[in-house]
C-alpha cells in the first residue's frame, strides 16, 4: 500500500472549530436528554411558581462566584463572532434575551452570560412594590407548550431596585422593562402615567435601555395606554424625562393591525427607538391550546402566542423597518423559530417559555444552530439576516 492511502482524510484533520462545535453539540445534547427525561418530569409536578422562585435562588447562587460561574460556561455557553452586533450602540455578544417577567427583581443577571445569553430584560418594574395578584397566578399548559401567567406585577419597586442596582457593573446588557403599580390606583390614567414615570426616572441611569410595558394583561385597569390618546399623553411625560437610553416599546400579542397602525402613528412623535413584540395573549380561542382547562384569568405565552408574534413582528417591521428595531418574542422553543423571527425583521429575540420546556442548555443551542442557518443561507453576520423576508 502505497504512504498517500495511508494518509488522513482531510475531515478528520485538526480543526478547533469543527471540533468545538462538535463538542457544544454532543453536550447540548446530553443537558436536552437530561433535563426533559428527569429533571423536567419531576419539576413538572411541582407548582410552576415555587420551580420558579427555586431557580431564581440558584441563578442567583450560581451567579455570586467565578468558579460557579465558569463550570456553568462549561455546562452552556455558545460564541460565535457570526452572532455579535452593535445595535443603537450597544454591543450585543448574541442575539439571545431573556425576556422581562422571568428576573423580576433583577436578582441572576450575573449568572445569565454563563448560560449563553447575549443579553436581558429585568422587571418589569414599577413604582411601588408590588405583592401582585393572590396565587395561584402562573400555570403550565403542557400539551400546549404554554404558561398561563398571572402574576399581576410582581416586585419590588424602583426605589428598592435602583438602590440595589445603582453602582454595579452588568456582564451583559440589561434593558429594564418599566410599568405602572398593579393596583386600584394606577388604574385611571394620570396616576397610571404619574406611576410610569416615577418608575422611568429611578431606574434611567440603570442598565442600557428601557422598555415601557404597555401590554401587561394582568393589571388593574386594562391596558388602557394601547389608546392612542393615552399613549401620546404617556410619552409626551416620558420625554420630559432626561436619558440617552434607547427606548422601546412592548406591545401585545393581541393587536389588530388598526390598533398597530395608530400606536405606531403616535410613537413616531416620540422618543421611542424600538418596539418588543409581543407579551402574552389573553385570547382563549386560539386553535394551539390544545389542554382541556385554561385558566379564566392570566396572558399565555410559549406556541400558543408564537405565530401572533411572527405576524407582530413581520407587521411592525414592515410599517417601520427605516426608523425603528424590532425585538421579537412569543414561542422561541429552536433556533429555527429564532431565525423566522429574524427573517421577518427582528433583530433581537427574547424567550422564557421555550427554555422552561426544552432546559436551560437550549440557549446555547438555538445560537448554535443559528449559526449553522446562516451559514446555509450564505450570511456572514446574523445582522445581514434580519428582515430578509419581510423586504
Ligand atoms: C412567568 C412570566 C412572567 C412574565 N412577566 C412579564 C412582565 O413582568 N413584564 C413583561 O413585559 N412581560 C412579562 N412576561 C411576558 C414575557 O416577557 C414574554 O413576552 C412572553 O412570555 C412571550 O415569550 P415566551 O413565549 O418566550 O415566554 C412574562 C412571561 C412569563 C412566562
Redesign the pocket.
Known sequence: MRIAELETPAYLHYNPYIMYETWISARNAFFHFSYTKILKPFYFRLD?EFI?DRMTKVGKILGRFGVTRALTSAAFDYRNAKLEQTILGIKFANPLGL????D?NAEIIDILPSVGFGFT?V??ITGEPCPGNPKKR?WRLPKSK??V?Y?G???DGCEALARRLKDKNFPLPVGV?V?KTNNQACADAETGIADYAKAFETMKDIGQYI?V?I??PNAFGGEPFTDPQKLETLLTRLDAIQTDKPIFL?LA?DLSHAETDAIIDVVRRHRVHGF?C???TKRRDNPKIIDAEVPKVG?L???V??EM?DELIRYVYSKTKDTHVVIG????FTAQDAYRKIRLGSSLI???????YEGPQQIGAINQGLVKLLEKDGFNNISEAIGVDNR
Open positions: 410552576p420558579h425576556a422581562a417577567g422571568f423580576k430584560e422587571g418589569s402562573l404554554s404558561l401567567v402574576y406585577l410582581k416586585n422593562s410599568a422598555t410595558n401590554s401587561c412592548k400579542a418588543v409581543t407579551n402574552l396572558g405565552s410559549g406556541k402566542v408564537q408574534s418574542c412569543g414561542g422561541v427574547q424567550l422564557i417559555t421555550g427554555m422552561i
